[in-house]
């Protein structure tokens, strides 16, 4: 626990000017980012009497190490740079949302020349119309069935669309009516997008338009007695109705608006958001979030605003936001969201009327919200926190490991060894710290040499990091340069970030348990690599697979825990954990080598020439044994080029041929034979089905 004394800058040295400030921890990781009017006034709060100080905000400058800060010139650019470091760097101590789920938008890709209605979810797309966000997928494949009867606009991949076109026959939608079938040309490129126009026009709201035209439409063939007609615009009637019954309209005057409000108590604060397009309730999205020091409600709904619009542009961001409390100073976020917008945008707390009305409703679901997640997790932590306790007993370990990593191999029949890291912190995944190793220091399949590798490596890397940064130095030598080593790109191994750099580092912090999938064999080569590394202070445990036994290093007998200990459940997890992400890795590699052939070793040809080759050819036996003028005659390959094949395919030994062994009949090479990539599928290569992963 750092005294926050001895950081502190000195006077004077501290702008009175706006700008952004960070606080390091010991290992120059951020792990607070914020912003201010007037840096010497903010930062003087954070170095007062620890007493005085709110729990979180005395737990945050005790782990700080260090303080820095950039001057700007506005209030707006502190808050564009705020945002902007909070994304990079991904502070610990900061605010920030626990649900990070990327919520569904129906989408209508009219960047196409045949325009898509589908769910999308991630960042946006130019050229791409958003509706949303809504709460489940199904809401979204809800409202879009009820619409194409009356707009059949296309909904399928573009390989059914290709697939379709090719055959002549359209997919099902096509046949009952719920797509126009552009890809059979039943309608033109022109006419198809019409009907995407008008689909969004109305999911904007323009619905009254469509429906006293349907409305019409079907008087008329009623008067001329085309009653089938008129029986079909009916029930288009009634599915529009019933899309629109699904957002019953909330505020009158087709507003646009965002509401925001805020559920709170001392330690933790839920968000929830309404979106209100043309006066219906479009979408809504909700996030919990860890108070990290005492902050005002303008305080959250100023990060709110933050998160919501930080990447948005134009017409995401409405007219109109309304909350429950204004930040402050207010001038600086209105003119930031101004500037998103490229219009003026209004934000203000609802006072009177159906908006106030609305606002209630959704301070109703915060404060819901709130509930549902201190009742999950107040279960969750309680569980988390006895695990690791059992842990920390059966192992004999000073205090519960609160970083614990686990580590396993994983091969096909000694081929393809690879090794699999994975992080849990305070007992929950941390996937951005999982790690794949390849194995380099011998071929062939041997378990315990591959944990002593992989142990070697990933500690040897953490005191690099370590010295780097000036916490351990090595006896006589310390300070002085250590020649890099370089990989084949020309990078530096194991560099990890610059000092001025806060993101987090590939091998910069200790777990203070390390996991293994093995015995005792696995756990003493572990333990030895740690001990030949001088390291002495980091735990090492195996997890046996066959009685779910836990082996200690230098002991004749497995430490058995209880089958319902939570601690046993946690280490399974871990364990099951390393295997999924080194079975992952080993399998991507696998269907990497059974792609490659001998073309792969030809300098700069390729996918697409290797592509031509093969189509021209039709297997890679007839390339082989083309001339190098009929090379020359596939399109893009010179002379030099069809010389450089022909040398690399009389340097690859054919394997030999396969021989029925019913008729002794030889089997020839399938024509065309290809990988996934579009690359000739290596002769010989094993059956994936063969061997067992390990």
């Known amino acids: 626990m750092a005294d926050p004394s001895s950081y502190r800058p000195k006077p004077g040295e501290i702008p009175d000017s706006p700008g952004v400030y960070r606080f390091r921890d010991e290992h120059r990781r951020v792990i607070y980012v914020g912003k201010a009017k007037s840096l010497r006034q903010r930062l003087a709060n954070y170095f007062q009497d620890l007493a005085g100080l709110h729990p979180r905000t005395r737990s945050m400058v005790t782990t700080a190490a260090s303080v820095e800060w950039t001057v700007v010139s506005t209030e707006v650019e502190a808050l564009q740079l705020e945002y902007s470091w909070i994304k990079e760097y991904d502070p610990r101590f900061n605010v920030k949302y626990r649900d990070d789920k990327s919520y569904p938008y129906l989408a209508v890709t009219m960047n196409e020349e045949y325009p898509r209605v589908q769910v999308m979810r991630g960042h946006k797309k130019k050229g791409v119309r958003y509706f949303g966000p809504y709460a489940h997928a199904w809401a979204i494949r809800d409202t879009v069935d009820l619409l194409l009867r009356v707009f059949p606009v296309r909904t399928c991949s573009a390989g059914v669309f290709k697939n379709a076109a090719r055959t002549g026959r359209p997919c099902l939608l096509g046949y009952i009516g719920k797509c126009s079938a552009p890809c059979v040309d039943r309608v033109s490129a022109e006419e198809h997008r019409e009907l995407a126009d008008e689909f969004c026009d109305f999911m ?88 990290v020091e005492e902050i005002t409600t303008g305080a959250l709904v100023e990060h709110a605003l933050q998160q919501l619009y930080g990447e948005e542009t134009g017409d995401a961001v409405p007219k109109e936001v309304l909350v429950p409390a204004l930040p402050d100073p207010l001038e600086p976020v209105q003119e930031w969201l101004t500037g998103r917008r490229g219009s003026g945008v ?138 890099p080593e370089i990989d084949g790109k020309g990078e530096i191994v194991g560099a990890g970030p610059t000092e001025d750099d806060g993101r987090p580092k590939k091998f910069a912090y200790p777990p203070q348990l390390v996991v293994v999938d093995g015995g005792a064999p696995q756990v003493a080569a572990a333990r030895r690599a740690l001990d030949e590394l001088g390291i002495d202070d980091i735990a090492v445990c195996g997890l046996a697979k066959r009685l779910e036994e836990v082996w200690l290093p230098g002991d004749d007998d497995p430490v058995v825990l209880p089958r319902t200990s939570e601690g046993l459940y946690l280490l399974q997890r871990v364990r099951d ?37 093969l189509k021209h050819f039709g297997s890679l036996k007839k390339l082989r044994s083309a001339t190098i003028d009929q090379i020359c005659e596939v399109p893009g390959i010179g002379r030099k080029t069809a010389e450089t094949i022909a040398v690399a395919l009389a340097r690859s030994a054919p394997a030999a041929p396969a021989v029925n062994t019913a008729t002794g009949e030889i089997m020839e090479e399938e024509p065309g034979t290809m990988g996934s990539s579009g690359e000739p599928v290596a002769a010989g290569a094993p059956d994936e089905r063969r061997g067992q992963e390990t």
């Open 204 to 291: 904007t709201g323009r619905t009254n338009t469509y429906i006293r035209r349907l409305e019409k439409q079907m008087a008329e063939a009623a008067d001329e007695m085309e009653y089938e007609r008129a029986a079909r615009l009916r029930d288009d009637i009634g599915a529009l109705k019933k899309a629109m019954e699904k957002n019953a309209v909330v505020l009158a005057d087709a507003t646009d608006a965002d509401l925001i409000a805020v559920a709170e108590d001392e330690l933790e604060a839920a968000v929830q958001i309404f979106h209100v397009r043309g006066g219906r309730v479009r979408g809504q999205r909700g996030w919990v979030t860890d108070k």
């Open 346 to 483: 209004s934000l203000r707390i609802p006072q009177r009327g159906d908006k106030k009305a609305l606002m209630e409703t959704v301070q109703r679901n915060a404060q819901q919200a709130l509930v549902l997640h201190k009742t999950k997790r107040a279960s969750d932590l309680t569980t988390r926190s006895r695990a690791l306790e059992e842990i920390a007993d059966a192992l004999d370990l000073d205090s519960a490991p609160l970083r614990v990593e686990c580590y396993d191999i994983s091969h096909l029949q000694g081929d393809d060894v690879v090794a699999s890291m994975v992080v849990f912190e305070d007992g929950l995944a941390r996937k951005s710290e999982y790690r794949r190793f390849q194995i380099k220091g011998f071929a062939g399949q041997d378990d315990v040499r591959s944990m002593h590798e992989v142990i070697t490596r990933r500690f040897r890397r953490y005191l690099a990091e370590k010295e780097k940064t000036g916490e351990w130095t090595d006896g006589e030598n310390a300070g002085a340069p250590e020649t």
């Open 577 to 613: 954990e390393a295997h999924r992400f080194a079975i992952t890795y080993q399998r991507t590699k696998r269907s990497k080598r059974f792609r490659s052939s001998p073309l792969d070793d030809v300098p700069g040809l390729g996918d697409t020439r290797k592509q031509a080759l």
